[in-house]
């Protein structure tokens, strides 16, 4: 079993729906939460990023962080077809090694 | 140039050559990453830089792989007698500071910036 679990999609919606891409993970060790988008054949960039348990908002975009569930959500809204990338969920401990989720490709159709 | 560059963008080996795959991280970036990328996958670890020194070589996969960065700048990942199982995106990234989490400056050493990687095919 990995350490970071991600749904692979893709995960296909209208433009202007919300978007919800989850990841679960296993290693209580971690403390930072990330969400990096990656378009095709280009290299991650990074989202946003979350220390607590709680929400971090920043536009269009919500981070979702439970840590009690091991459980981290990335909210889109009023999604664009520009959001179409894939976006990865990662986390990182102590050691300052970011682990990746599988990645969710996302498309947004206009 | 203002961001992480890779170089080759994309190299077809044969099997059982050797590759080398280069980095420039953006200057001034003390800490280097390699990750491997393979298809519908998520960037997985490799090793870590700080400077020059490689403080984690944990997920390289094989003794034919090695990192390099004497310099503490450029780096290059050098794959010997390449397999089929080694064709993927090779990404490399770097970030301003050391890894810590001493006075809270990991929030900087969380942002990676990558580069748009290395398309590795062996055929």
């Known amino acids: 079993q990995k350490e970071v679990e991600q749904d692979p999609g893709p995960l296909s919606v209208p433009e202007g729906a919300i978007v919800s891409l989850n990841c679960t993970y296993s290693?209580?060790?971690?403390?930072?939460f990330m969400w990096y988008r990656q378009y095709s054949r280009k290299g991650p960039e990074l989202l946003m990023y979350?220390?607590?348990?709680g929400n971090k908002e920043d536009g269009r975009f919500t981070a979702q962080v439970d840590k009690s569930s091991k459980y981290i959500s990335l909210f889109i809204r009023d999604s664009q077809p520009s959001d179409s990338a894939t976006y990865l969920c990662?986390?990182?401990?102590?050691?300052?090694?970011?682990?990746f989720g599988g990645g969710t490709r996302l498309m947004v159709k206009p | 140039g203002a961001g992480v560059s890779q170089s080759p963008r994309y190299k077809v080996a044969k099997r059982g050559q050797d590759v080398a795959l280069r980095c420039d991280p953006i200057?001034?970036?003390?800490?280097l990453f390699w990750y491997q990328q393979a298809l519908g996958q998520g960037p997985e670890f490799l090793t870590y830089f700080q400077n020059e020194a490689q403080l984690d070589k944990s997920g390289l996969p094989s003794d034919r792989f090695f990192a390099e960065r004497p310099e503490g700048s450029v780096s290059t990942l050098k794959i010997q007698r390449t397999q089929q199982e080694d064709s993927a995106v090779y990404l490399c990234?770097?970030?301003?500071?050391?890894?810590?989490?001493?006075?809270?400056?990991?929030?900087?050493?969380?942002?990676?910036?990558f580069g748009e990687g290395s398309r590795l095919t062996v055929l």
């Open positions: 990662a986390m990182l401990n102590a050691g300052n090694m970011l682990t």
């Open positions: 990234a770097s970030s301003l500071v050391a890894g810590s989490l001493a006075g809270g400056r990991i929030a900087n050493t969380g942002e990676l910036f």
């Open positions: 290693n209580s060790a971690f403390q930072y």
């Open positions: 979350t220390y607590s348990s």
């Open positions: 200057s001034g970036h003390v800490s």
